[in-house]
């Protein structure tokens, strides 16, 4: 465990002790789970985000196929029976 030192304002101070206090925990162990929740939020997506990434899916979703699906399969089937086997360098 590291020791650390912060300065906190006088209203954030006493929501962590009454927090403390009506869980019976210590002041260290409610600020380390909040940091846990609050790091666990920071990995999803924002609103904004997931909204640009969408927009993305959409743009090439509605674009014309570049190849006959026919050529699209027929390169699926050689990567599901590579994996399959085990795949090898190509030789050269």
Same mark, same amino acid.
């Given at each position: 465990?590291?020791?650390? *030192?912060?300065? !906190? ?5 006493? *929501?962590?002790?009454? %927090? ?14 909040? %940091?846990?929740?609050?790091? #666990?939020?920071? /990995?999803? !997506? #924002?609103?904004? /985000? ?9 743009? !090439?979703?509605?674009?014309?196929? *570049? ?26």
């Amino acid at each position: 465990m590291v020791k650390a *030192t912060f300065t !906190l304002d006088d209203e954030t101070m006493q *929501t962590i002790r009454a %927090i403390a206090e009506r869980k019976k925990k210590a002041q260290s162990l409610v600020v380390r789970e909040a %940091i846990a929740v609050y790091a #666990s939020r920071e /990995e999803k !997506l #924002s609103d904004e /985000e997931r909204a640009r990434k969408l927009r993305v899916i959409d743009n !090439l979703m509605s674009r014309a196929p *570049t190849r006959p699906q026919a050529e699209v399969d027929e390169e699926l089937r050689e990567i599901r029976r590579g994996r399959r086997l085990g795949w090898r360098r190509p030789a050269e």
